[in-house]
């Protein structure tokens, strides 16, 4: 299963829900606690990326606040790697590093620990350490570009992002480093 066939991807895309028009006026809210409730199409999307995955030899996973946090900790802990948290500014407690992005009025920025994927981003063979970053969803894409270049300036190597589910209209997955790979594509 490391394609998805198009039923199987119809179970998950069908089993996040479409809120209108929240946080605000023509937005329409992908709602993925209707995915998690749901074990089916969890199970299927966590084995999916389980098997994806596997070949990467990756020694970290990073997630992005908040959503990231669910998919990237099930998948960090199925491949028995570490996790992760890029997190909202002011929550990480210890020494970070910081990025700002533009929203579409005035900026937000997010955090990392200094030392999230060891001393200088290496593992303990002294290589940079490889790194997946996970979301639920790109949309602009500026959050997970700012959290891309925060595994780069702590010195580790981010080799995918990953996203559940792409709005493409948005061209968010333009301008990474890296690869980008979604699940599901809207
Ligand atoms: P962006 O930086 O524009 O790619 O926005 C991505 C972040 O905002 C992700 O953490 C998403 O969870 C959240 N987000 C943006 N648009 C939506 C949407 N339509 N439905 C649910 N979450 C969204």
Do not use: W
């Amino acid at each position: 299963m490391s394609t998805l066939n198009q039923n199987e991807k119809e179970i998950i895309l069908e089993s996040i829900r479409n809120i209108p028009d929240f946080p605000k006026p023509g937005i329409i809210f992908k709602d993925i606690s209707t995915l998690l409730n749901n074990p089916k199409a969890f199970k299927l999307l966590m084995d999916h990326l389980e098997e994806r995955y596997r070949s990467y030899n990756l020694d970290y996973i990073a997630g992005i606040d908040a959503r990231g946090f669910i998919f990237g900790s099930i998948l960090a802990d199925r491949l028995g790697i570490g996790f992760v948290p890029v997190r909202k500014k002011g929550k990480l407690p210890y020494t970070t590093v910081a990025e700002k992005y533009s929203l579409e009025y005035g900026f937000d920025e997010v955090e990392i620990h200094i030392d999230a994927f060891g001393e200088n981003g290496c593992c303990t063979t002294g290589e940079k350490s490889k790194v997946l970053l996970i979301d639920d969803l790109i949309a602009t894409g500026g959050t997970a570009k700012a959290a891309e270049s925060l595994i780069d300036k702590v010195g580790a190597d981010c080799v995918e992002c990953c996203f559940i589910l792409e709005l493409a209209f948005l061209k968010g997955r333009e301008g990474f480093k890296s690869d980008v790979y979604s699940v599901l594509t809207i």
